[in-house]
């Protein structure tokens, strides 16, 4: 029986994400993944979020989406835009990149990792026990891991099957969606009426001056909203065309449909993102309606926090606890991102009062405090890990300053490309000595003179150094002294 580390059900973008954090600390992990190749049927979710590409940015491998994808102002609650053009990032914008090539950039990166895939197999079931997990695989054979990690969507064998809750809400309303073909010219763009909203657009298209522009031709992607929440099954193209004739009168004369699918606003997250050496990250996690395209980046991000704390338990460095920090930080960012999928989908409601909140809110919104607030949400610019009283930066994330060092001109990002933490010293330099973590933790002696500043939060006293974490976030802010650094590196990074 082949053994790992580390075995990742599910191939998707979570887990290309988790395999490849593992695999940078150096854990020996596997992918199983259902599909025969990264192939995706459907182009599925639209982009990125601007903290998303700055968590890709820290691995040095932004620039691999940013050069296939179009940056544009994609932020929106409700329908609302939310220009965040002026935040303080290194990118202030989304990126508009279907995930059929989000999907192949990031196994790209992850079979430079060397990271073993076995495709054309299912996780069928499990077996744990004090030191270990039998993973079995729909070929008959099993694979021998310390942990396993259901990366493996919405539907989750290994949620269901390490018998984890799944509490939450059924759908109130449900849309087909497909790429297909059409024999007249729809009208591109989007339609709202009393059942929902509808749109056509094109699979290729370009952003000029931040408007979607589609090309002439090729395949149409659809979107239609169905009148009752639909059953449970693939919808068919007969499906497609009711539906279409319903809200437009007419199909278009639709065929070839390359994929079919139903999408709802079916809302439930894990009630723990952990059973003992089984974990959950992504869709297996929290299912949420696609409102705001928040699904993928919300699991990009679990597996960042996920994968740098599994490797130290794997790697022997941190006791097993640091495993409840995972559920403790990520369970309320998904439970956040529930909740406001839950009031957009609300808010899109046809009802004459609903609308007239719809007004109100988008009233509130270009109001600039309201809007700031909301897209550092919507962007995930935002996220704030409960780490105790202290400076804002406390379990925020680390902007990406232009250090200067002994060495030169520094981006704090490039630091952090091998998802090492590093303890950044911007005072006397040599005034920090963490000897005891020297093999964990890089100490880099620097300086920066211009302002901080978080998203939404806007400018905050300087500190004299900060402990950033391998996922960019700040586990320590120096005041001048070093109290409670000892106390952080043990928590974060082991006993010294
Ligand atoms: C119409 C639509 C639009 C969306 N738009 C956006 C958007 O704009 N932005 C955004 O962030 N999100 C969006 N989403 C959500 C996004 O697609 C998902 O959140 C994302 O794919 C989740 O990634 P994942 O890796 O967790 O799960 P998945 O992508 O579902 O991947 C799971 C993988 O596991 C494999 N698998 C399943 N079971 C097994 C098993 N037993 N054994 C082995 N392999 C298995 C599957 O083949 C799959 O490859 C959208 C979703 C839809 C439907």
Known sequence: MAEYAVVVAGGGPTGLMLAGELALAGVDVAIVE????????????GGLHSRTIEVLDQRGIADRFLSEGQTVQVAAFAGVPLDISDFPTRHPYGLGLWQNHIERILA???????????????VTGFAQDDSGVDVELSDGTSLRAEYLVGCDGGRSLVRKEAGIEFPGWNPTTSALIAEAEMAEEPELGIRRDARGIHSFGRVEYEIRDGEVVYMDEGPV???????????????????LSEGLIA??????????????????????????????RVLLAGDAAHVHSPVGGQGLNTGVQDAVNLGWKLAQVVNRTSPESLLDTYHAERHPVAARVLRNTMAQVALFRQDDRIKTLGD?????????????RFAAMMSGLDIHYELGEGHPLLGRRMPDLDLVTANGPLRVFTLLHDARPVLLNLGEPGGLDITPWADRVQLIDATYGGTWELPALGAVTAPTAVLIRPDGYIAWVGDGT?????????????SP
Not at 34 to 45: D, H, I, T, V
């Open 247 to 276: 809200v437009y009168g007419t199909d278009y004369g639709i065929h070839s449909p390359t994929w079919i699918s139903r999408f709802t606003d079916m809302t439930r997250q894990a009630a723990a993102y952990r059973v003992r």
């Open 482 to 494: 070093d109290t409670g650094l000892r106390a952080a590196l043990t928590t974060w990074f082991g």
């Open 108 to 122: 790209g990166w992850v079979d430079e990792l060397a990271v073993p895939i076995y495709r054309e197999r299912e």
């Open 360 to 372: 109100t809110i988008s009233e509130l919104l270009s109001m600039d405090e309201p809007r700031t």
């Open 221 to 239: 992607r659809i979107m239609v909203t169905e009148e009752h929440p639909g059953p449970a099954g693939e919808p068919t193209l007969r499906d």
């Open 34 to 45: 259902r599909r025969a190749s990264q192939e995706l049927a459907g182009s599925r979710a």
